[in-house]
């Protein structure tokens, strides 16, 4: 691009090359210098083709960068939902295990062998998993908070009901009264089905938090 000495140089030079008696008002006035622009990009001036090459690596740059983020997205977002998943199911396995002595066992024969002389306490297996639970605490803060209440109070419910079955594995079992005996294997049926109640109803409103994430 010219300069604008250049420019006033040239002007004077077409003023003194004019034929005599040419007026300055008739002296030919020289064109604009040409755009050195070989675009145009937001309003802003391109002038070679060197710049061009710049913002091609630039938008590559920027499209490599978004695409790189984007898959890091979608790879935690697939991490959540498989554990979202894989919670699901330790859930509705404790549902069922919890189920299972309720549904097997007459309720009222085994008040009698509890209260019996001597008395005999219950075979229970209270071993329930949480291992998904208790190892992925950092996922769980992903969780929408009425759904991570829900979760939590269920696995205090299930706390509740081991400990119980636990009392009974235990020699002070065989040492509290018939009455302390009764009463506590009436609780643990009562807690255990609630647990069971409540196991039902998170697993659904994980089932329901799950559907959405696929269709995304």
């Not at 294997?185 to 807690?191: G, H, L, M």
Request: some cysteine.
């Amino acid at each position: 691009m010219r300069s604008r000495p250049a420019e006033r140089l040239s002007f004077a030079l077409l003023i003194l090359s004019a034929p005599a008696g040419t007026s300055l008002a008739q002296a030919p006035v020289p064109a604009p210098a040409a755009s050195a622009c070989w675009g145009h990009l937001a309003g802003f001036c391109i002038e070679d083709k060197i710049n061009v090459s710049v913002l091609v690596t630039l938008a590559l740059f920027a499209a490599g960068y978004a695409v790189t983020r984007w898959f890091a997205w979608y790879d935690k977002k697939k991490a959540q939902r498989n554990f979202y998943e894989s919670l699901r199911v330790e859930i509705e396995l404790i549902a069922k295990a919890l189920a299972e002595p309720i549904a097997n066992t007459d309720l009222e024969k085994l008040v009698q062998i509890v209260r019996g002389n001597p008395p005999r306490r219950p075979a229970w297996d209270a071993r329930y998993s949480r291992t998904i639970f208790e190892s992925n605490s950092d996922k769980l803060l992903s969780l929408p908070l009425d759904l991570l209440k829900e979760i939590v109070q269920f696995y205090d419910q299930l706390q509740a009901v081991e400990m119980m079955v636990q009392t009974v594995g235990k020699d002070i079992f065989l040492e509290i009264t018939s009455d302390g005996r009764e009463f506590l294997v009436r609780k643990i049926f009562e807690k255990s089905a609630e647990a069971k109640q409540k196991a039902d109803h998170v697993a659904s409103l994980l089932r329901r938090h799950i559907a959405p994430e696929r269709d995304r």
